[in-house]
């Protein structure tokens, strides 16, 4: 009877648990992959960072082809000043809607071709902003107050 309360109450130091730990924490085995609830299987791969440029598209001969040049500015390795740097890509049109000129932007997918690893999607135009009618003669609309001028034709 002594001797299995006496044991229940062993301590064992090893120099890998940097102290004591009691014997019933170390009886049930415990493993990092065991805590986590297993994730459910997908089919895609996590995307770590989806490669999203735009550019103007400089050739659209190919069928369900066109080559598209990104300009971006770096720095110049010896002066510093940043310059603008051109590249062709060759990008996926599969309904061939993008003529020479048009503003497109390139996502990145797998490999179609040799060449081809982007597909080219259509950017939406800018929004342009609303010119208010301030001609000559008209008073601007946000102050609401009149011009002296305009009080003068109304009297």
Avoid: W
Avoid at 1 to 14: F, G, I, K, V
Avoid at 35 to 60: E, H
């Amino acid at each position: 009877m002594y001797l299995t309360s006496s044991l229940n109450s062993l301590t064992l130091s090893t120099p890998f648990l940097n102290g004591t730990t009691p014997l019933s924490h170390l009886s049930e085995p415990t493993s990092s992959l065991s805590l986590q609830p297993p994730k459910p299987f997908t089919f895609l791969p996590p995307i770590r960072a989806m490669r999203s440029m735009q550019g103007r598209v400089v050739c659209a001969t190919n069928d369900k082809t066109v080559s598209v040049e990104v300009t971006r500015l770096a720095p110049h390795p010896k002066y510093k000043r940043r310059v603008r740097k051109k590249k062709k890509f060759q990008a996926h049109d599969p309904e061939n809607q993008f003529k020479v000129g048009d503003l497109v932007q390139l996502e990145k997918s797998r490999p179609i071709s040799k060449t081809k690893a982007f597909i080219a999607v259509p950017v939406p135009p800018r929004k342009k902003k609303e010119t208010k009618g301030n001609e000559e003669g008209a008073a601007p609309q946000e102050l609401g107050i009149p011009l002296e001028s305009q009080e003068e034709q109304k009297a």
